[in-house]
């Protein structure tokens, strides 16, 4: 026995930019241009004219490009950009590795008299 689709699993040909890259090509545009001094012009689609930089997608025409854009993942991919993306911190607490030191309790300043 094995793992009968175990060559899809490893198939990389539709990875796409994680949301932290896709958040520095968006507040930085050197490294946004970076990334595209990375890609053959001639291997792109429309030769790299349309480019989609919340989806980090390449399209062939710009009609294809603004339907894109009209879409439900184009404004998915909007919404999740904007909510941001993890920290280690909150990673850290979702999985109960977090500092948790439980309900704070009042101090209770009594004064004794022993008599």
Not at 68 to 95: C, I, M
């Amino acid at each position: 026995m094995g793992v009968f689709a175990k060559r899809s699993m490893t198939k990389t040909r539709r990875r796409r930019r994680d949301l932290d890259q896709i958040a520095s090509d968006i507040a930085s545009p050197r490294h946004l241009e970076l990334y595209h001094e990375t890609k053959d012009v001639e291997d792109l689609p429309g030769l790299g004219q349309h480019y989609c930089i919340p989806c980090a997608k390449w399209f062939d025409t710009e009609t294809n490009l603004s339907a894109h854009k009209k879409g439900k993942p184009h404004r998915r991919q909007l919404k999740q950009l904007k909510d941001g993306a993890f920290t280690h911190k909150e990673a850290n607490a979702a999985s109960g590795l977090g500092v948790d030191n439980g309900p704070v309790k009042p101090k209770m300043d009594m004064e004794i008299d022993m008599v």
